[in-house]
Structures are given as C-alpha cells and as structure tokens.
C-alpha cells in the first residue's frame, strides 16, 4: 500500500560553500531511497537567506511502505543545495534520516514530526543543519498547514 507522505522544508543554518558561508541561492531536495511512486521533491530557492536560508514549502509525496520495508533500513535523503550564476546546482551537504524516525512506533499516524538533521559534505565533513517536519497523512484526513 502506498501512503502519503507531507513534508515542510522550513530552514537550514550555517551551511558553507567551500569554507565560506554560502552568500544566496539556496534549495533543498527530499528523496527517498527505492522510492519508485516519485522522484526527488524539491523547495523553491531561497535568493537571499545566505547561509540560514528558510523556506517554509510544503511538499507531498507518495510511497511504499510494505512489511518488508518496515523491517529493513529504509532512508530519505536530504539534501541541500545553491545555484551557481551559470545555474548549476553545487551539493552542499546531505542528511541520512531513517524513515523509521517518522514512520515508526514512536508516535501513531498522522503526528507531526519536527526534525533536525546534521548535514555532511562530499569530503564527510559537517556542514550546517536542516529543519525539517514529516508526517504520514493517514487515509481519509486532508492535510493541514498551520501558522
């Protein structure tokens, strides 16, 4: 069966480009491994928050959750990004987060999850932080956004 998945970007903080804080332009994409229902999700950019961009987006996804899943080491992956004036996407760093953190035991369906990810760079270094709220939209409820 598949279930939807409500997820909002909110923020990221002391995200670096190189050494340098990032200056503008920055996103993030949300993908989850083996997730064949969609692909990768991703906000809007951000032109001026710098190096503590905010994006406050709402984004739905749908995807499998079998017994077998719920069993193995399944994972969303994170990752933050800025666009380059030429309009390439330079990584900046991603975060594992296991799927179980908002689909588990831990809380019944349909609770809103608010997450915190350390970020990691290509070289395996810390780079920043992303914030972050996921929740499963059980069957028959309408999703909701509050203020």
């Known amino acids: 069966p598949t279930r939807k998945l409500e997820i909002t970007a ?5 995200l670096l480009e190189g050494r340098k804080p990032v200056k503008k332009n920055a996103f993030v994409a949300f993908e989850i491994a083996g997730n064949h229902c969609s692909g990768a999700m991703r906000t809007r950019i951000d032109e001026v928050g710098g ?5 406050e987006d709402k984004l ?15 994972f969303m992956y994170v990752g933050v990004y800025c666009q380059l004036v030429s309009g390439k996407d330079k990584h900046v760093g991603t975060a594992r987060v296991p799927i179980k953190d908002f689909t588990g035991g831990y809380a019944p369906e349909g609770f809103l999850h ?4 350390r970020l990691w760079d290509e070289y ?24």
Do not use: M
């Open 124 to 147: 395996g270094k810390r780079n920043g932080i992303v914030n972050f709220s996921a929740r499963i939209v059980k069957a028959g409820l309408h999703s909701f956004w509050l203020r």
């Open 51 to 55: 190096d503590y961009p905010v994006w």
């Open 10 to 14: 909110i923020s990221a903080e002391g």
């Open 114 to 117: 608010c997450l915190s990810y």
């Open 60 to 74: 739905e996804t749908e995807f499998s959750l079998t017994e077998e899943k719920k069993n193995k080491e399944s």
